[in-house]
């Protein structure tokens, strides 16, 4: 009794932290969205010299843990002068890593659509925006919005990685929680049925996108 009364003393205090945790993953996945959708559009359309330092930028953010991205930005960029706070900086670096992984689902989004449906675009008359609005992006977007929202699960996920530099998200509530109360093991499970009571509602919405989009054949 003692330990669930520790547990439902301490519910206004997570649901603080899960306030926290969902504005930076609505942040990381709107920022990283937009910067991505760029990224890809530079990789899959844009000239060598634009399309080369995009893509050694994602490979080498791809290819460095979330973690080691976020230390970089909190402790590194303020010896160049560069300090942004705890929240910005784990923001910054969430959203940076999105973006690479979004901009790597978008270019392989358009790169499935066949090459003829550029040149039948071409071929009535329209202009190159106009074959990317019209006839490219209804067939891409298809593609792209299952991973992408399975990628959005990995933002809501990679957020318990700020409690490390300091922001009181969900992950660092339950840790000052168990600071005072020494119950660790209810808490963890608390805050796993949290997560996952999150991560399940965009995994099912992925699923659900993934079934409207299997019956569509080229």
């Not at 990381?28 to 760029?38: I, K, R």
């Not at 930005?73 to 959203?95: E, K, M, N």
Request: net charge positive.
């Amino acid at each position: 009794m003692r330990v669930l009364a520790a547990i439902w003393a301490s519910i206004p205090f997570l649901l603080q932290g899960l306030g926290v945790t969902l504005e930076v993953a609505g942040l990381v996945v709107m920022l990283g969205l937009a910067l991505g959708l760029l990224l890809g559009a530079a990789l899959a359309f844009g000239p060598p010299l634009l399309a080369l330092p995009v893509r050694m930028v994602v490979d080498v953010i791809r290819a460095i843990p979330l973690l080691v991205l976020i230390f970089f930005v909190y402790y590194v960029l303020p010896a160049t002068g560069i300090d942004l706070g705890s929240f910005a900086a784990a923001t910054a670096a969430l959203t940076l890593f999105s973006a690479c992984q979004v901009a790597e689902i978008a270019r392989g989004a358009v790169g499935s659509v066949h090459h003829g449906q550029f040149e039948a675009g071409r071929a009535i008359g329209l202009r190159f925006p106009q074959v990317l609005m019209w006839v490219v992006a209804p067939q891409a977007v298809r593609r792209f919005l299952p991973p992408w929202l399975n990628s959005v699960t990995d933002a809501v996920k990679g957020t318990a990685l700020v409690s490390l530099v300091g922001i009181v998200d969900l992950m660092q509530s339950i840790q000052q929680v168990i600071g005072r109360t020494y119950e660790p093991m209810p808490l963890y499970i608390a805050g796993a049925l949290i997560y996952f009571s999150v991560n399940y509602a965009l995994s099912s919405g992925s699923r659900a996108l993934e079934a409207r989009f299997s019956h569509v054949r080229d």
